[in-house]
């Protein structure tokens, strides 16, 4: 599909999607897409899941802090299955 790139009052490029593909993709307003660089002047558009979200904001290689490890540690409390 190709689309129309626009430019608002501030200098921000966007583009429209028509909203019979919007409901087919279930993307709606505030969601957070993935831009995936082709290399060849194409991107795949990708919509991020909440768990994707939360997991670019988390530091994976910085060491836990032991408020973190203790949590890791301690016996379940509810219907945890690990």
Known sequence: MRVKIEQN???EHYFLIPDNLQ?????NEGDLIEWIDNGDDSWILKKLSKLDVLLENY???EPMDSEQK???DAKSVG???I
Do not use: A, F, V
Request: hydrophobic content about 35%; overall charge negative; aromatic content about 12%.
């Open 70 to 72: 203790d949590w890791l």
């Open 59 to 61: 530091p994976i290689d």
């Open 79 to 81: 219907k945890e299955i």
């Open 9 to 11: 009052e501030n200098g």
């Open 23 to 27: 409901r087919e993709l279930s993307w």
